[in-house]
């Protein structure tokens, strides 16, 4: 058995990884235990909910998949007030460092929030844990066979989720939201990049690199990517989603000028225009001066 602890700390410069986790991969592959820890807020998927509740972006992350494969996950709980005397005592931090915490992201309001999430994201682990372990059973019972296909034993329609992958950088925060409401359905989830060049190896350098970090980024998050040529954005994002049966399509609200939009080149508009027979999400980014909770969805009719 190895005790690591920090699990989503980067590693000294010169390693042969960058991440720990890396490393924990490494260690359970030959066959060695691993009791690990850390925080709510290094949870990939939190990590736009971590950006507005603290208002500080954490860097250090660990993808959900990494958390997902844990055999067992504990939630350590302490009272807000509990953790601020430790801070205080010196117990945690160097006394030099706890002022900065205290003021930082150690305030009361800021821990009494991380403790909430940190309740929710255990039990949101045990419902998925329960619901597979729910499914290996049902797969036992002979009339799970007279389910119409596509959908589930109980006869509901599959959710199937859709995101829609850009060059921007709002694109991440949609992938970590997408990934998120995949989890709390028990959708399947799809990240679609598409191109207007014959090959994608033809888009502009800066463009092509952003992409190819996005759908990564989805990958490591355990989203299924796909990469399509289309001359028309919009008519080739929902013409994949009719056909893969999709019910859901993030994307993320256009960055796009007044021109642009009257020359008909903003895919969002275009997308929703299109979808009418599915929902579609507009998902607004923090950063540019909205929270990435406030977004527009339009259900089918």
């Not at 699990?7 to 390693?15: D, I, K, R, Y």
């Not at 359905?185 to 888009?203: G, I, K, N, Y």
């Amino acid at each position: 058995m190895a005790l690591v602890d920090e699990l989503a700390h980067t590693n000294l410069p010169g390693s042969e990884r960058i991440k720990r986790w890396e490393d924990v991969q490494l260690v359970l592959d030959a066959g060695i235990e691993v009791w690990t820890t850390m925080n709510v807020q290094h949870i990939e998927s939190l990590n736009d909910q971590i950006w507005q509740i603290t208002g500080i972006q954490v860097r250090e992350t660990v993808p959900d998949g990494i958390v997902r494969q844990a055999a067992e996950i504990v939630a350590v709980d302490v009272t807000p007030d509990a953790l601020l005397n430790r801070l205080k005592r010196g117990a945690v931090y160097k006394p030099e460092m706890v002022e900065k915490a205290l003021t930082g992201f150690f305030k009361g309001s800021n821990l009494g929030a991380l403790r909430e999430l940190t309740l929710r994201q255990a039990a949101h682990e045990v419902d998925l844990r329960q619901s597979a372990y729910d499914e290996t059973r049902a797969f036992q019972v002979p009339r799970i066979s007279e389910a119409r296909p596509g959908g589930t034993p109980d006869n509901h329609p599959q959710e199937r989720i859709l995101i829609h992958i850009t060059a921007d950088p709002s694109t991440a925060m949609l992938i970590r939201r997408g990934r998120r409401v995949a989890d709390y359905l028990h959708a399947d989830c799809t990240a679609l990049f598409v191109h207007q060049t014959p090959e994608l190896s033809q888009l502009p350098v800066e463009e092509r690199q952003a992409v190819e970090k996005h759908l990564r980024f989805a990958r490591s998050l355990q989203i299924e990517t796909r990469v399509f040529a289309g001359s028309d954005i919009a008519k080739t994002v929902v013409d994949f989603a009719r056909r893969s049966q999709v019910t859901q399509i993030f994307v993320a609200r256009s960055q796009v000028g007044l021109l642009e939009r009257l020359r008909g080149k903003d895919f969002t508009e275009d997308i929703v225009r299109l979808a009418q027979d599915l929902q579609v999400t507009v998902v607004a980014d923090r950063s540019r001066g909205r929270t990435p909770q406030q977004r527009l969805t339009r259900k089918p009719e």
